[in-house]
């Protein structure tokens, strides 16, 4: 089973914790954020931490929360913790009053075709933030 725990990333044991993870799931590429803006979750295997996400308040979206980063280390992959981190996300984002949650992703199908089922849809922003090539997702919160 998987246990998912919402983490407090100025504590250093969760920031390394964090960091191994990002550098295991994304290793390079991608420059790892910084851990202690926003609000961050680690999914443990047992004991074991085995994915991470992470929610800042977007720059670009108003009134939203940003999906920064959501990894899952490949032998956890298919259990349906991209998913589940992602539900988490969004829940945080309703306390905080967000009414959006926005996020993008650059060539990975996966993360893309799990924002559809949990019903983001595809926007164009008014300024792009990413590469030329990135898909750009929302999701109103209600």
Do not use: K
Request: a neutral charge; aromatic letters at 12%; glycine letters at 8%.
């Amino acid at each position: 089973m998987y246990r998912i725990r919402e983490v407090d990333a100025g504590d250093d044991e969760y920031a390394d914790t964090l960091d191994e993870l990002h550098q295991l799931t994304f290793r390079d590429g991608a420059r790892p954020p910084d851990f202690e803006q926003g609000h961050w979750w680690i999914a443990f295997h047992r004991a074991e931490p085995v994915a991470f996400a992470g929610v800042v308040p977007s720059t670009h979206v108003a009134n939203a929360g940003y999906l920064c980063r959501v990894g899952v280390v490949a032998q956890h992959c298919g259990h349906g913790l991209q998913m589940r981190l992602t539900r988490a996300v969004e829940v945080r984002a309703r306390r905080v009053g967000w009414s959006t949650v926005v996020s993008d992703t650059t060539d990975n199908r996966i993360s893309a075709n799990n924002f559809i089922r949990l019903g983001y849809r595809l926007f164009e922003p008014a300024s792009p933030w990413a590469w030329p090539h990135t898909l750009y997702w929302r999701r109103e919160l209600t």
